[in-house]
């Protein structure tokens, strides 16, 4: 019996989206398939003190070795995979649908003289066409009574059919219209098979003849003046539309094939397949592969096609779909021509319900990924493995329990921002994580930038030593003062300071030699010289040391240097999100927003009354005082502050000429379109 704690998924592993789990055992079969609307709640409940469980339920997870789940968009499609899960794997513990009488589908008998759509259940029949499965009895009579508007197909059962032959009469469908009425001869059987494989074809997802089609005669009645005709018409394509909405099938035309998505990084990529065969997914597969060469998407999507193929224990669908084109594309659709001995289409889906599905592969495989660095960040062994492998790679006297790493972030010398982000044992201490502007200089500096970023940290640091008695504080340099929350000098719940309290023991800054050498001098310029620095290059992933000419290289299987990596990438994120939200507060802000002691509502009021900046800047003091909320003092204060600016240049339309009196005296700026040329974002 194993002990269901040893293989629970570490908190926040566990997305909280739609999806389908798997229970395995020690041997790695199947012995559970579920499906939820949310899986962390779902799977978490089975993690719970076993005698709070059903004993059905507790022998299932004692039983159990591992745990797996799929991602999906929809609870529709959680219950379309379970079913197609439960029935490849028959699932021991799933009892209740072993007799595979849980999902109804919809069936059209074509094997009979006179068709009949009904709903079937177990197992299929030769000779009759089967769509579906569906999640309830219900859904398959709704879709059938909106389809019938259209395919009057006979639904009644053979008793009944049989009866109103005798007496000449046809049932109530006949008579409403949802029904042919082959039974007293209004259609031949030739015409009601005609309407059944009618039906069948717009189930199978070929909808647009027939959508076209009638709104065609819907608008030939309109032009002759038959309304009638044409307001049914109209309500039979209503219905249509709503069928198709209703009919949940993964991909029309039972479509065989593929569907390979790639998540990556640096160091990783995670591959998902989807196996889609007759319009469901019969399968999924995927794997996490260390990036051992500089590989692009292309690279990686091509050497997943070979491991997936190239062993000749999978089949070659018609089509497979990926996310980018092996370069060039030629030799690799012919090898998978030639194993399948016929034509593939190797493309990337462009839109429709191939897309939609490409983007569920798509989410399956960043899901993979995250999962894979939570399992490695999260393990214990391995935590303390990297940072063993960090002390032995940077000879330090122990390992680095507190790691801080440094980032500079500008968009071409503009809103220029550092981040500081700290890991303690490994793993990110999210509370800990402080932004910086630089202040001490205008431009693109990132090296100086660096130099005041651990000079400010540094600094306060010492300043909280100073209450000690053990560390004197260098004075501090005009315009190098910390800004943001790190500077309002308040202290935690215990009474001590959350900033910059407690020192690391390894610094690690996002650069090679230069912004070493800066950091370096900053920690020197202060006295410190218990702090281990290195920094880290993006491009090789090397390891710089100060004063150091040559880098020390850890291996690419190296745990250390993947917690390396993760500690730069995060500071990287956290200061590219700070510069960005900068820099769309600058390029969205007005000259009423510096206006000192004007708020938002009172803005909102001045621009409101007087309609646009031009009139708000003529306006005399008296004018201001008479908006609601404007007081006298502010409205000195606001009549001053836009005397004092030069307004702006007019508007111009560029296709006419023409200047535009109040162009340039709008309330507020748009936000600026994407830039159409590319601009370098400089982490």
Not at 236 to 262: Q, S
Not at 326 to 337: I, K, T, Y
Request: aromatic share 6%; with cysteine.
């Amino acid at each position: 019996m194993a002990d269901p704690s040893t293989y629970r998924p570490a908190p926040g592993a566990i997305p909280a989206s739609p999806g389908v789990y798997k229970f395995r055992d020690a041997h790695g079969r199947v012995i559970y398939v579920g499906k939820a609307k949310s899986l962390r709640p779902r799977l978490s409940s089975y993690f719970q003190d076993l005698a709070g469980l059903h004993p059905r339920t507790a022998t299932m997870v004692t039983t159990a070795a591992s745990v797996e789940w799929t991602v999906v968009a929809t609870e529709v499609e959680a219950l379309q995979l379970e079913y197609s899960w439960i029935k490849e794997f028959d699932p021991r513990f799933n009892v209740k649908y072993r007799d595979d009488k849980s999902y109804p589908e919809l069936a059209v008998t074509l094997n009979e003289e006179y068709p009949r759509v009904q709903v079937m259940r177990g197992a299929h029949k030769k000779g009759v066409r089967y769509f579906g499965p569906y999640g309830h009895a219900w859904a398959i009579r709704e879709t059938v009574d909106l389809l019938l508007r259209v395919f009057p197909v006979r639904t009644c059962s053979n008793g009944v059919f049989k009866r109103a032959r005798q007496v000449g009469r046809p049932c109530l469908l006949g008579y409403i219209g949802k029904c042919a009425a082959p039974c007293v001869g209004r259609v031949s059987a030739e015409e009601h098979r005609a309407l059944a494989e009618d039906f069948c074809d717009f189930m199978a997802g070929r909808t647009g003849n027939y959508l076209r089609r009638l709104e065609t005669e819907m608008q030939e009645a309109a032009a002759d003046l038959e309304y009638e005709k044409a307001a049914r018409l109209r309500d039979d394509i209503g219905a249509l539309k709503r069928a198709m909405e209703k009919n949940a099938i993964v991909l029309a035309d039972a479509t065989d094939a593929d569907l390979l998505a790639v998540a990556e990084d640096e160091l990783e990529a995670a591959v998902q397949i989807f196996h889609v065969r007759g319009g469901r997914v019969r399968g999924q597969r995927g794997w996490v592969t260390d990036k051992v060469e500089d590989v692009d998407t292309a690279g990686l999507v091509e050497h997943a096609l070979q491991q997936l193929y190239g062993g000749g224990s999978e089949s070659v669908p018609r089509e497979v779909l990926v996310p980018a084109l092996p370069e060039p594309v030629e030799p690799v659709r012919d090898w998978l021509s030639g194993l399948r001995g016929a034509q593939v289409d190797l493309r990337i889906p462009q839109r429709g319900d191939k897309k939609d599905l490409m983007a569920t592969v798509q989410r399956n495989a960043q899901q993979a990924l995250a999962l894979h660095k939570t399992k490695r960040a999260s393990d214990l062994t391995t935590r303390s493995r990297a940072l063993q492998e960090i002390a032995d790679a940077l000879e330090l006297d122990s390992v680095p329990l507190r790691i801080e790493c440094f980032d500079i972030s500008h968009l071409q010398g503009e809103d220029v921002v550092a981040s500081m982000v700290v890991f303690e044992d490994g793993l990110a201490r999210k509370s800990e994580y402080r932004r910086f502007q630089i202040k001490g200089f205008e431009g693109q500096d990132d090296v100086r930038s660096m130099h005041e970023v651990i000079s400010r940290r540094f600094r306060r640091y010492l300043q909280e030593r100073e209450q000690t008695g053990e560390w004197a504080v260098p004075e501090e340099p005009e315009g190098a003062e910390a800004d943001g929350p790190e500077a309002d000098g308040r202290l935690g719940e215990d009474g001590r300071p959350k900033r910059f309290a407690y020192p690391p023991q390894l610094l690690v800054v996002d650069g090679g030699q230069p912004q070493v050498a800066a950091a370096r001098r900053a920690l020197d310029e202060l006295g410190i010289d218990d702090v281990a620095l290195c920094g880290l290059a993006k491009r090789l992933e090397e390891v710089w040391l100060p004063g150091e000419d040559d880098p020390v290289v850890l291996p690419r299987s190296s745990e250390g240097l993947y917690l390396l990596q993760r500690v730069r990438d995060e500071a990287h994120r956290f200061a590219i999100t700070y510069q960005r939200g900068k820099r769309s507060k600058r390029l969205t802000a007005g000259e009423l927003d510096s206006v000192p002691g004007l708020g938002e509502t009172r803005r909102q009021a001045l621009l409101k009354h007087f309609g646009s900046l031009k009139k708000l800047r003529a306006a005399t003091v008296d004018e201001l005082c008479a908006v609601p909320g404007i007081g006298r003092r502010t409205a000195e204060t606001v009549a001053a502050a836009l005397s004092s600016r030069t307004p702006a240049a007019p508007a111009v339309n560029t296709a006419t000429g023409e200047i535009i009196e109040d162009g340039a005296d709008e309330p507020a700026p748009a936000a600026p379109e994407p830039e159409t040329a590319p601009i370098q974002e400089t982490q």
